[in-house]
Antibody, heavy 117, light 106 residues
């Protein structure tokens, strides 16, 4: 079955960088776009970034544009989120999700990123 | 950017009640509207896509309707396991979530 496993979260100081990974299992990874979505504590879901199935197109929310980069390695069935210039407000659980014609259909359990001095 | 507004932000209802959550888009999104259920510590779950199509394996007590800017999610007979936060999401132009509706069981 479809499984998405995020990793790479942790504690980082403001202005620092972190790279998240999401390993995919149970489907033909190279055929699907992938998303990152986050949820700050006590807040709702916020879409962050999307990468097309072949990596040829990326989209970002205004809140992370210019600071975050989404990428993928189809040979390793993995999608990444490089986060630079981190701010306190980037503190959240970050989920990866598989795209479908219906929108993001399968999601991981999330990895926690804490930006704190 | 398209903004999504849900109402109410929370509700409390009894087992067996009919529950309706509304979602309004800041501009027309045709039927590019999905609904998710999210329980604490779990992965969000896709319930309904394209406004009214039930995702495989989802209970038929969930249904969706609407078009343009106004949409609804209905739970026909609330069950204890339906306690969760529900989000609408548009996929017409990029992706945006509503702020969520927390459903509690009385």
């Amino acid at each position: 079955q479809v499984q998405l496993v995020e990793s790479g979260g942790g504690v980082v100081q403001p202005g620092g960088s972190l790279r998240l990974s999401c390993a995919a299992y149970g489907f033909t990874f190279r055929s699907y776009g992938m998303h990152w979505v986050r949820q700050a504590s006590g807040k709702g879901l916020e879409w962050v970034a999307f990468v097309r199935y072949d990596g040829s197109e990326e989209q970002y929310s205004n809140s992370v544009k210019g600071r975050f980069t989404i990428s993928r390695d189809n040979s390793k069935n993995t999608v990444f989120l490089q986060m630079n210039s981190l701010r306190l407000e980037d503190t959240a659980v970050y989920f990866c999700a598989k795209e479908s014609v219906a929108g993001p259909d399968y999601w991981g359990q999330g990895t926690l990123v804490t930006v704190s001095s | 950017d398209i903004e999504m507004t849900q109402s109410p932000s929370s509700l409390s209802a009894s087992v067996g009640d009919r529950v309706t959550i509304t979602c309004r888009a800041s501009q027309s999104i045709s039927t590019y509207l999905n609904w998710y259920q999210h329980k604490p510590g779990k992965a969000p779950k896709l319930l309904i896509y394209a406004t009214s199509t039930l995702q495989s394996g989802v209970s038929s007590r969930f249904s969706g309707s609407g078009t343009g800017t106004d949409f609804t999610l209905t739970i026909s007979s609330l069950q204890p396991e339906d306690s969760a936060t529900y989000y609408c999401q548009q996929s017409y132009s990029s992706w945006t979530f509503g702020q969520g509706t927390k459903v509690e069981i009385k």
